[in-house]
């Protein structure tokens, strides 16, 4: 069986937000160099990572992969069967696995495209119809980056509703939703999740609205983990000396809330990971 995780680092999440919200004046430094204490990265932000396929002759069929995941009753195996299923979709779509290749930095080969081709050959509607309740399963179990991919996939998979039907009561309720599950996650120091909000907070958006203090205080918790993942003389790309345009934003007072909001995060993150504070 395969699940999906795709190592973003802090410099992409950084040049991610960067692209969408730019500050008036620097430039994003270079990529960063984790260090190797503790949790890897990868557990942080573990949003979709994946192995090279089997070969055609040697993995199980998608409904066997399927049912062995549901069986579990497990929130990892469930994200894991959603990915399963992504990873069909967008195969059918494109006829390769970007997130693979972005991975390993090479292009899928002939054998890996015609096993993954084999497998997703006999994908169903109904399997489709269930990809998005494996995710809200996961999401709902706290699953490391499914929380961020639920928002991402907007209410019931169509994000047009967004903008479509803001007022309908079940995007609403979707909206609430997404944002109470990423809270309780980035709360826990899950830190796809806090880099999410922060990016959700930074601008007026069909999720949520423009709010700098929260923004804020997700953006000093990522530096704060960041300060104590980095190796000696690498970059922290959220300091203020790159984003002071959004500290400037915010009264003393507010400055000082999301500085007890980032804290109380950075130290379950220390906690989580074993992790000396910085310094």
């Given at each position: 069986?395969?699940?999906?995780?795709?190592?973003?680092t802090?410099?992409?999440?950084?040049?991610?937000?960067?692209?969408?919200?730019p500050?008036p004046e620097?430039a994003?430094?270079?990529a960063?160099?984790?260090?190797?204490?503790g949790?890897?990265?990868?557990?942080?932000?573990a949003?979709d990572?994946l192995?090279a396929?089997?070969?055609?002759?040697?993995?199980?069929?998608?409904?066997?992969?399927?049912?062995?995941?549901?069986?579990s009753g497990?929130?990892?195996?469930?994200?894991?069967?959603y990915?399963?299923?992504d990873?069909?979709?967008v195969?059918q779509?494109?006829?390769?696995?970007?997130?693979l290749e972005?991975?390993?930095?090479?292009?899928?080969?002939?054998?890996?495209?015609?096993?993954?081709?084999?497998?997703?050959a006999d994908?169903?509607?109904?399997q489709?119809s269930?990809?998005?309740?494996?995710?809200?399963?996961a999401a709902?179990?706290g699953?490391?980056?499914?929380a961020?991919r639920?928002?991402?996939?907007?209410?019931?998979?169509?994000r047009?509703?967004?903008?479509?039907r803001?007022?309908d009561?079940?995007v609403?309720?979707?909206?609430?939703?997404?944002?109470?599950?990423?809270?309780?996650?980035?709360?826990?120091a899950?830190?796809?999740?806090?880099?999410?909000?922060m990016?959700?907070y930074?601008?007026d958006g069909?999720?949520?609205?423009?709010?700098?203090?929260?923004?804020?205080g997700?953006?000093?918790?990522?530096?704060?983990?960041?300060d104590?993942?980095?190796?000696p003389?690498a970059?922290?790309?959220?300091q203020?000396?790159?984003?002071?345009?959004?500290?400037?934003?915010l009264?003393?007072?507010?400055?000082?809330a999301?500085?007890?909001?980032?804290?109380?995060?950075?130290?379950?993150?220390?906690q989580?990971?074993?992790?000396?504070?910085?310094g």
């Open positions: 069986m395969r699940t999906r995780h795709v190592l973003i802090g410099a992409a999440l950084a040049a991610l937000a960067w692209a969408c919200w500050a620097a994003i430094p270079a960063l160099t984790p260090s190797p204490a949790r890897s990265l990868s557990s942080y932000f949003i990572a192995p396929p089997l070969p055609a002759s040697a993995a199980p069929t998608l409904a066997r992969q399927l049912e062995q995941l549901a069986a497990s929130a990892d195996d469930a994200y894991a069967a990915n399963l299923l990873d069909c979709l195969f779509r494109e006829g390769r696995l970007p997130a972005f991975e390993r930095g090479s292009e899928m080969t002939a054998e890996e495209k015609q096993a993954e081709n084999q497998l997703c994908l169903t509607e109904r489709k269930a990809r998005l309740d494996y995710l809200a399963a709902k179990g699953v490391p980056g499914a961020t639920f928002m991402q996939e907007g209410p019931f998979g169509d047009s509703a967004l903008r479509s803001p007022d009561p079940l609403l309720a979707w909206k609430q939703q997404a944002i109470a599950q990423l809270t309780a996650q980035a709360d826990q899950e830190l796809t999740s806090v880099s999410t909000l990016m959700a930074l601008a069909d999720v949520v609205k423009k709010d700098a203090p929260q923004a804020y997700y953006l000093l918790a990522l530096r704060m983990a960041y104590d993942m980095l190796a003389g970059t922290n790309p959220y203020d000396s790159y984003w002071h345009w959004l500290r400037d934003e009264t003393p007072e507010q400055q000082a999301a500085t007890r909001k980032a804290e109380t995060i950075a130290a379950r993150f220390r989580q990971t074993g992790r000396p504070a910085h």
